[in-house]
């Protein structure tokens, strides 16, 4: 049984041996016999209850006096009378110090208890403030994991275009080496008719020479001539063509390069995010576990103020 729990058997005890030691009991006095921490209000309810019992233990007796003795007991009963009348006086102004010890005391447990509500106040809203600061990291960390899974969807896809534009562009290669052999056969193919119109022209002008012998011939190398000279102008027209189309490729291939050298920044940005992104996730998990201390040290300082509400109490 702790001393706020003080019994009426212990405030009885005190009492007596109070008055055994010609002393007034009052409840400041037996309160100082068991300590700071008991209840002035319940020492003064088991003390009022104590004077109660005794005045009763001492019930009135009739004796019968002579007219001298009657006046002696009469001067006595009013210097005792008198004397309890200065007591009562003296019990009452005792009473009413008790009373404004009291008053005291339960205005500084008032202003404790304000004290402790507001405290709790405090604390409360420092544990919704927490609680929605909780919740939006939580919305915060599942916004983050959508952007990693999107910005990793990304990567991936930007691998994919990577690979593609990369088939594409050897594609491109072997179809320019080809053209250019193909360029290179008709470039010997147009030197060959070259050296063979140049040939054709000496033997014509050779042919002019014996021109009044072999007219016949010389018709027959004009035919030959004009053949020569079309197939010159054919393959000339080939080699634009061809000329045209390795321009086209060449271009297509600037092109594919220009992509693909695209295509690996925005994969390095990517990459680049997404480890941003762990990085985020990292302090998300940091400050869920600093959230959690912060709520277990919230609850400790509860209890404690719990525990000092009750022992003030």
Known sequence: MSRAEIT?????????????????????????????????????????????ARQAMTPPREIELSPEMQGVWIREVERQVSLAKADSEANVAMLTAELNDMATEVERLDEDRRNITKNCEELQQEVENLQEQLRLRREENSKLSEELALEKKSAENGRISLVKEQLKLDALKEQQEALRSQLLELERAVTDAGNAKSDAKRKQFEMEKLLAVEESKVEGLNEQNQLKSDQIQRLELEKDSMKQQLSNLEKELREALQNQKNIEIQAAASEGRVKHLSEVQEELVLAKSEIKELKKDNQKIREMLNTSYMSKS
């Not at 005190?14 to 921490?37: H, N, Q, R, W, Y």
């Not at 209840?39 to 109660?52: A, D, M, N, V």
């Open 8 to 52: 009426y058997a212990e405030v009885a005890t005190v009492a007596d041996l109070l008055v055994s030691e010609s002393e007034t009991p009052s409840a400041k006095s037996i309160k100082s016999k068991f300590g700071d921490e008991c209840s002035l209000g319940t020492i003064q309810k088991h003390l009022s209850t104590w004077r109660e």
